[in-house]
């Protein structure tokens, strides 16, 4: 199948291309690299350097004729967003608006487009949120990515553009780069491995931290070849259904850290604690069960798997 990748020299769209190629499928990537990386680019696809905002863009496709379009390219800070709205609605929206309009005067038959489950249920104490959760967006960044859903709902019904939507939990493995609260496993391995004090920022009542839904790169690439097939479309949650607060999530990364760096001081044991951001969510984990049924999907890496699979990255990247 030709897939074109959107955001694929980035963390997550990187992973996806490797795995799109390894099945066989070719691929054309479209990256601006303004997070993304030269190295994480796969030499087996074809890669546009370019903004999806680009009128280029269009040309692209109608060159290329992808089958697909898988879109993981975004602007993904929820920061950014609250600081700068229109650049944030300027990416997000108007970006895919470029790809949605490329992608029906192409005939491409499937768009798969990447949500944030965190960022649109909002906080949700108690139960994984499923799909028919209450749309609660507490940020721009996440009332773009539900905007971006409407469109697509739109363009289904004008031009019978079918879609995928996975809603991602909080998504962590190799080529994750150390930022913001997306990064949060990035960070604290990074910091542990050269030995520096990390951060938990938590809310007065919970010194532990918040609740979060990881869910390790590679579940996530399978459930993108799940997207390609043509019985699938709709919205599915991406994630592991189980809660973990920060400091367990630190006490895991410390743990794996300290089996391959057994010199590793005991004054890394505890994060120094810090209050939350403007914006943090207390609570944010997804139901699984419409994948489980409907997809045969399950994350497969526990947390701690996945963690050490990160972990073999990070070493490498940094040489110890
Ligand atoms: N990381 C997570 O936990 C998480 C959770 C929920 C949703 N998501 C979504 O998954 C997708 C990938 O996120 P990621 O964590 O891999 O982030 P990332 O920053 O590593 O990847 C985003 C990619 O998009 C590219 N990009 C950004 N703006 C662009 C533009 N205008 N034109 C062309 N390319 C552009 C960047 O260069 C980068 O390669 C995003 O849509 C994000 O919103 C991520």
Redesign the pocket.
Known sequence: MKIMV??G?????SNVVDGYIREGHQVIV???????RRQNFNSDAVFYE????SPELRTIIEKERPEIINH?????SVPVSVNNPLEDAD?NIK?LLNLLEGAVSSGVKKFIF??????IYGDIPGAPADEEHRIEPLSPYGVS?FASECYLGYYRHQYALRSVILR????YGPR??PRGE?GVVAVFMNNLLNKIPSVLNHYPEDPDGMVRDYCYVKDVVRANLIALSDTVEGIYNIGTGRPTKTIELYRIIYEAVKEVMPDLPDYLKEPERAPARPGDLKWSCLSVEKAKFQLGWTAGYSLSEGIRETLKWWKKKIGK
């Open positions: 959107t955001g020299a980035g963390f997550i769209g479209v990256d601006n690299l303004t997070t993304g370019m903004d999806i905002r993981h390219a975004a602007q993904t990416v970006g990447i949500s944030s489950g965190g960022a990515k991602y939990a909080n998504i994750q780069i997306a």
